[in-house]
């Protein structure tokens, strides 16, 4: 008796059932992994997160002087907690600022406490990081209630990117996004600031082709968009980025800032950035506990493979990434409605039946992940500038997406890859939404492919090649399949890359009260049935 199929594509359950099982195999030596070590960015977040802000005059921020004290003294194998609570307890340090300004001069001796000294500074330290997550709850509690207020858009959102350098310019642009139908708005952060092992403090005005992600940024582009959203009757989301080698932190500042989603892919840095494997997949797991907290939707990075491999034979690691993705984000406490998995417009315009092919992708992610909210992005790797084909391609994308019910779909601009897009490009793109979306409203009901078709078959051989790349995966392990070029081409072996001197493996007395308080709100979540 055959099985029974389901969806569109006839996918085969028990083939699904085998692919997720396959990506938990692969990923849960990573987890265990996460789970032993730390890094200087997850210790500097639990000091965020417990109310120490600002830098010196040089702009180095109080958190990398407190955690670089602490490390010199101690280790970071500990965690920066105890020691820190207890030099507050033990000192005549006003706060952790004092603390902090002190240790930057050299002032203050660090030690890991036992006993009941111990018992002592793990109660304070916990109460600290307890207080910002209060604020953190609290901005999630604000958000529904502005969606309530102000009303939500209908899907597929319009997520578009505006970022000039200063956010005093970036505020008025993205209202003006938003006035003309935007839904999303992405603040692309400055070049390279995903390898400042730092966050940058206060207001910017100037950055290379974005602008620095920071926490004063968030909040004035929070206050913009709630402006805006107010006048408009919908709420218009806030996007930043996470990756990098400060993804706990900046995770953390957008919890306190709220925003509404976040750039946060399990291996984007590591191969785009060269960032060490080992501090992503740390830095990455404590990250999504607080997106999950603060009830952020994540956005993965899966398009990007297909910027440096081809769209056609490397489509299955999409798939797979997308399955590694979803299980590293659901072990860390995020629900389906915040996995914004990541897929591409991005086979070559002159392959013969490359339409075809872009709608099984999309129908198969689709089909996959049916409660995720997907974010579909646009072509870049052939926009050539040649304005009236990009226009034109853009317009299959829309289609597609149209087709296929995609979620967040990312605009796709004109002159996208040759140049910085001009507004009068950001125009005509939404324009081209509009039409499509309006004018194909209710065709994904009448789409339905042959079931021996071309659709069909394509999307079933990607599964399969997904299964097969997983099963490899398996067998070699998850870090040697990144070091050998499995994704993107790009070889990133887990003893390289940047970052690696910032992860340290846990002491059997480590201590992190913030992953202490997530782990249990997740726990406690779960035993009611409720919400991450």
């Known amino acids: 008796m055959s099985r029974q199929r389901t969806g569109k594509l006839q996918l085969d359950p028990v083939v699904v059932r085998k692919a997720r099982g396959l990506a938990r195999k692969a990923g849960t030596p990573i987890v265990k992994l996460a789970r032993t070590h730390t890094t200087v960015s997850v210790e500097r977040a639990v000091l965020r997160l417990a109310g120490l802000p600002g830098a010196d005059p040089d702009g180095e921020p109080w958190v990398n002087h407190l955690v670089d004290a602490v490390r010199e003294d101690v280790g970071l194998e500990h965690g920066v907690a105890l020691p820190v609570w207890h030099a507050l307890r033990s000192g005549d340090h006003v706060d952790l600022t004092a603390?902090?300004?002190?240790?930057?001069?050299?002032?203050?001796?660090?030690?890991?406490?036992?006993?009941?000294?111990?018992?002592?500074?793990?109660?304070?330290?916990?109460?600290?990081?307890?207080?910002?997550?209060?604020?953190?709850?609290?901005?999630?509690?604000?958000?529904?209630?502005?969606?309530?207020?102000?009303?939500?858009?209908?899907?597929?959102?319009?997520y578009l990117i505006v970022a000039t350098g200063d956010i005093y310019e970036d505020m008025p642009q993205a209202q003006a996004a938003a006035r003309e139908g935007a839904d999303i708005v992405a603040v692309i952060r400055s070049t390279g600031q995903s390898l400042l092992d730092y966050v940058p403090e206060g207001p910017t005005r100037e950055g290379y082709a974005g602008t620095y992600a920071t926490q004063e940024n968030f909040k004035l582009m929070r206050a913009a968009l709630d402006e805006v959203s107010a006048e408009l009757g919908r709420y218009v989301r806030l996007t930043n980025y996470a990756s990098g080698l400060c993804m706990p932190e900046i995770a953390t500042l957008a919890g306190l800032e709220r925003l509404d989603m976040m750039l946060n892919d399990s291996m984007y840095g590591i191969l785009f950035r060269d960032i060490n494997p080992i501090r992503t997949f740390v830095d990455q797991r404590f990250s999504r506990q607080i997106h999950a907290r603060a009830g952020i939707i994540i956005n993965t990075g899966e398009d990007n493979y297909l910027t440096t491999a081809d769209g056609v034979e490397a489509a299955h690691t999409v798939t797979v990434s997308q399955l590694l993705n979803e299980f590293f984000a659901k072990e860390a406490g995020l629900q389906d409605g915040q996995l914004g998995l990541g897929h591409a417009f991005e086979i070559t315009p002159e392959v013969p039946e490359s339409f075809r092919m872009e709608l099984a992708h999309a129908l198969l992610a689709r089909e996959l992940f049916p409660k995720a909210p997907l974010k579909w992005m646009p072509p870049t790797k052939h926009m050539t500038g040649d304005v009236f084909g990009g226009y034109l391609l853009n317009g299959f994308f829309n289609l597609v997406g149209s087709m296929t019910e995609q979620d967040i779909l990312l605009v796709g601009m004109l002159t996208e890859a040759v140049h910085t897009p001009w507004l009068s490009d950001r125009d005509l793109a939404l324009q081209n939404v509009r039409y499509v979306f309006n004018a194909t409203r209710g065709l994904s009901e009448d789409f339905v492919p042959a079931h021996d078709g071309f659709v069909v078959q394509r999307g079933h051989q990607v599964l399969g090649e997904a299964v097969e790349l997983l099963e490899r995966i398996v067998d070699d392990g998850l870090l040697n399949a990144i070091g050998d070029g499995t994704f993107g081409l790009m070889k990133r072996p887990a003893d390289a890359g940047r970052g690696l001197a910032g992860v340290a493996q846990h002491a059997s007395d480590y201590y992190n009260p913030a992953s202490e308080l997530l782990a249990e709100g997740f726990a406690a979540s779960r035993a009611t049935g409720g919400g991450a």
Do not use: C, M, Y
């Open 99 to 158: 603390l902090a300004q002190k240790a930057a001069t050299g002032s203050v001796v660090f030690e890991v406490p036992t006993g009941v000294d111990a018992t002592r500074s793990r109660a304070a330290a916990r109460k600290s990081a307890a207080a910002g997550l209060r604020i953190i709850d609290r901005n999630r509690k604000d958000r529904d209630r502005l969606v309530r207020r102000f009303g939500d858009p209908p899907k597929p959102w319009v």
